[in-house]
């Protein structure tokens, strides 16, 4: 094979190290972003906060740049922009370079497992609903294992059954669990050269040590699995014909009292369907995790970072000012570089100078670009923001990057772990993108607001005979909306709505 020389001429989009940052920061969420500034702050000593600077984001126009390096700063900053914004679909930007993974179901909204808004008030965050199932944000004072180390020394334990309590106690999860089966447990703490005679004597001390802890408070703790809990629980409560029953379901047939096949558990108990109900409603009663409340969460609360407020009969969008870094560049190094000889280019400190600048300014671009999209969807959204999610439209994100000239993976990575304060609650930016279902009158309705709808029937329905999905989907098409009943299920799944025949109640 004789070597040639070939000439392709071929389109690529060049990268540099300043879009690079950019890409990265418009990506992060709040608290990555926050991360990211301290990050840099301490690795830049040109860079540093202004707290008591009035306006958000302090510009690097504070300083007094020469002609020169003010038309190199233009010429820059117009180059990322043009490069971010108008982008065309057919160039290849890999988002792996970047750290982000582009969905493939973007093109039809967000619809996914994931589309559901936080919904927490925008001012209190007050919850809504399903209080038991929310955890608490705030970190207790005290931990599980300190509550039942309170409790030992009223126990009359000599110094081996202490040690075994300890370390039963030390092994126990957030929820109050025993998982590791206490042959494992034994294993662990001899090790593989113990004979097993030592193994024996250390087993039965740890089943003594067991039985022990499972006689503590909160009641429950100990178990190893959910019926055992739930039975260590009903013992502490009086002896009556359902405390009874419902100790003998949580042993044999949890699984039948979840399905709510009473004719089975009535066959299987001898019990009637009065004394089952009454069974029911003593389980229902207990806490499945009884060390939940010791857990030290560490959930944060959501902090928007978009905000919008009525204002007349329109919207005010603005950006939350919480969330906004209040950076500058140090004055006094900026002055002490340009008085060395050469100026700021021969310093060892310019290119610091310049990735400073460069930070503070792509920052701004990041919200700058968080604003107007956030503008664009309260725009399309109207209807949503006046009467609620049953008023959502169908959107997709090309709509929005065709009306700002961005690129649609730019919107993509905007509406990604950001989070918008609505007089309806907060929400992720992603939620207000759906795809449409048809309509009898040849329009298209939203799939959010479909599934408000599925909600809303379901929460008033007859629990005696609650709606099946067929007749979920009856109803929509009487609302005019053409809606299979395997995606009736699919939204109803997804709202995390039991099937009709878990839902019905009697």
Known sequence: ???????????????????????????????????????????????ETDEEFDAPLAAPTQERLTEREE?????????????ISEAPAGDEMRAEEFGTTERDDWENGTEGDDFDGIRETPSSAAPSGDDDERPDTEAPD???????????????????????????????NDDGYLEDPLEELVAAILGEEADEEQREELLDRFKVALKWLQSMEPAGVGARDLGECLELQLRTLPRSPEQALAIV??????????????????SLTGADEELLRGSQSLIAG?????????????????????????????????INPDVLPKLRINDLYAQALRATRGGVSNSPLGGQLQEARWFIKNIQQRFDTIQ??????????????????LAMKPLVLREIADELGLHESTISRVTTAKYMATPWGTFELKYFFGSSLSTEAGGNASSTAVR???????????????????????????????????????????????????????
């Open 372 to 389: 107007r999209v956030s503008e664009a969807i309260v725009e399309r959204q109207r209807g949503f923001f006046t009467h609620g999610e």
């Open 249 to 266: 379901i949580c042993r044999r047939h949890l699984e039948l009292l979840a399905k709510r096949d009473w004719r089975r558990m009535m």
């Open 452 to 506: 408000a709808l599925i909600k809303q029937f379901i929460a008033a329905e007859d629990t005696a005979s609650p709606l099946s999905d067929s007749q979920l989907s009856t109803m929509l098409g009487e609302q005019g909306i053409t809606v299979a009943r395997r995606t009736v299920a699919k939204y109803r799944e997804a709202l995390k709505l039991a099937p009709a025949n878990l839902r019905k109640t009697r």
């Open 71 to 83: 038309r190199e700063e233009r010429v820059a900053q117009s180059d990322s922009e043009s490069s």
């Open 286 to 318: 207990l806490e499945p995790k009884p060390g939940r409340r010791y857990a030290r969460s560490e959930n944060r609360p959501v902090v928007p970072d978009v905000i919008v407020q009525r204002a007349g009969r329109n919207f005010r969008v603005m």
């Open 142 to 172: 005290e931990s599980l294992q300190d509550v039942l180390r309170a409790q030992m020394p009223g126990m009359n334990l000599n110094a081996l059954d202490r040690a075994a309590l300890l370390a039963l106690i030390e092994s126990l």
């Open 1 to 47: 094979m004789r070597p040639t020389l070939q000439v392709r001429l071929s389109q690529h989009l060049a990268l540099t190290p300043q879009l690079q940052q950019s890409i990265r920061l418009l990506q992060l969420s709040t608290l990555e972003l926050h991360q990211e500034v301290e990050q840099m702050l301490a690795s830049n000593p040109l860079l």
